[in-house]
Structure formats: C-alpha cells, structure tokens
C-alpha cells in the first residue's frame, strides 16, 4: 500500500537533464560566458570617424546639396581608406563608392546620417 501513495518520478526535459549533467560549477560558468557573449556584442564596433559629431538633420533634410557638401568635406576625407562621391538625385543623395568595401563604406555613413536621405551604388 505504501508503493502506491508514492508519486511516479517525473521525467526530466532536455534543460534539466544538461543542467543536472553539468552541475553547479559548470551553470556558474555557463551564466560567465553568456554575460561576457552579450558584453561583446553590446560594445563590438568602433567609431568609424572618432569624435566627429553630425549636423542636427533639419540643418540638410530639405536641403539635400547642403548633405552633399557635409560628407565631401567633413566626412569623405575622414573615410580616406574608401574611395567614394556623392550627388543629389531626386529625393535622395546618392552616394557611390567606387573602391574599398562596401559594406563598411554603407555602415560608416549611416552611423551619422539617416538612410532615408542616402542610397548608396557601387561604383
């Protein structure tokens, strides 16, 4: 009679089973690494133009050859390892980058100005 008040032993999921698997030095370690992961890629990247501190947008939103003028003379010669031109066209600048990598080229100017404004071409 007694083996039949004892409750049936439940079943471990796959999360209790690792965590039991592992022990308490290897959770304590586990919960290190996630936070030093996350550290990292909350502060990964750097500042593409050190210091440099971008007009405020309503100073060029409707005077787009204003922005033309700002990244060829303050940001362009900062970004001397790409090798890039921009031009008004339409509702947009059209920003072309003719050498070095894209990508980076794309994302250093967007860290300061709102895609909206620019589109961007290789060259």
């Known amino acids: 009679?007694?083996?039949?008040?004892?409750?049936?032993?439940?079943?471990?999921?796959?999360?209790?089973?690792?965590?039991?698997?592992?022990?308490?030095?290897?959770?304590?370690?586990?919960?290190?690494?996630?936070?030093?992961?996350?550290?990292?890629?909350?502060?990964?990247?750097?500042?593409?133009?050190?210091?440099?501190?971008?007009?405020?947008?309503?100073?060029?939103?409707?005077?787009?050859?204003?922005?033309v003028s700002v990244l060829e003379e303050q940001v362009f010669p900062e970004l001397d390892e790409y090798d890039m031109t921009a031009a008004v066209t339409g509702d947009t600048v059209t920003v072309t980058v003719t050498e070095g990598n894209f990508a980076a080229a794309r994302a250093a100017i967007l860290r300061y100005f709102p895609q909206d404004l620019i589109t961007f071409e290789r060259g």
């Open 1 to 67: 009679m007694n083996e039949q008040n004892r409750p049936a032993e439940e079943k471990l999921t796959a999360g209790q089973a690792f965590v039991r698997s592992i022990r308490p030095a290897g959770c304590a370690l586990f919960l290190i690494v996630a936070v030093l992961v996350t550290a990292l890629c909350l502060t990964a990247g750097r500042d593409p133009i050190p210091g440099y501190t971008p007009p405020e947008r309503a100073s060029y939103e409707h005077d787009l050859p204003v922005l």
